[in-house]
């Protein structure tokens, strides 16, 4: 059952709670009472952890793991700033219910919903 919510720039707003997040909401699934948000990130900002989990009650619940640890960059790798700095642009659930995110240089990582991790 896909629940009333609504999406107003920083807002996430449903029936019983209301959440403001620091930058603009780009994207919500809503899946097994969670809502996964994915944030549009400006240019100018360094935060990449850019997908939430918020539950029914409207509490944030997890925030992905950030790309260093997600995909295990090691600093000396060809890259790592890039990488490291890749923020999520995209986010969609498989048939399957997985739960996949996609950085802005092409990585994919399967995440789980509950957790965020």
Known sequence: MSPNYELINKTLKADDFTV????NIQE???WDGIYIVLLSIPNEVNEVDNIYGVNSSG???WK???PTKAFKLNKNEQGYDYMALSIYVHMNMSAEGVF???TFFGMIYIFDYKTGV
């Open 59 to 61: 509490k944030v619940i």
């Open 64 to 66: 992905i793991e950030n």
């Open 20 to 23: 403001h997040f620091e930058h």
């Open 28 to 30: 919500v699934i809503f």
């Open 100 to 102: 996949i995110a996609n």
